[in-house]
Nanobody
Framework: QVQLVESGGGLVQAGGSLRLSCAASGRTFSSLGMGWFRQAPGKEREFVAAISWNGGTTYFADSVKGRFTISRDNAENTVYLQMNSLKPEDTAVYYC?????????????????????WGQGTQVTVSS
């Protein structure tokens, strides 16, 4: 069992920045692959970014490449999503997710079904 708690969401103007955090507990964090997804009203939950268990590989949706970065601190059991140059279309609830399959790579990280545990989400609203 893994518990995930997101924080850092809020209201920001277009062009601004936010940093989301996701604190994990319940399992050795360094064994977990971590991802961020988001869901806007009336839309499917979509992949945003992910990071491998050791931080060596990162993955990004095309829509956020060059604007968002993902990192992790295994000593603090936390994964971060730094969001810069925010746009109104980034408005959504952002969810942190984890999986324990360290051997996975590539397209598995983009897929919701790969992830076993999810946080409650944090709202990000970008005003124009």
């Amino acid at each position: 069992q893994v518990q995930l708690v997101e924080s850092g969401g809020g209201l920001v103007q277009a062009g601004g920045s936010l940093r989301l955090s996701c604190a994990a507990s319940g399992r050795t964090f360094s064994s977990l692959g971590m991802g961020w997804f988001r869901q806007a009203p009336g839309k499917e939950r979509e992949f945003v970014a992910a990071i491998s268990w050791n931080g060596g590989t990162t993955y990004f949706a095309d829509s956020v490449k060059g604007r968002f970065t993902i990192s992790r601190d295994n000593a603090e059991n936390t994964v971060y999503l730094q969001m810069n140059s925010l746009k109104p279309e980034d408005t959504a609830v952002y969810y942190c997710a984890s999986h324990g399959r360290a051997w996975l790579s590539g397209t598995y990280y983009y897929t919701k079904a790969t992830y076993d545990y999810w946080g409650q989400g944090t709202q990000v609203t970008v005003s124009s």
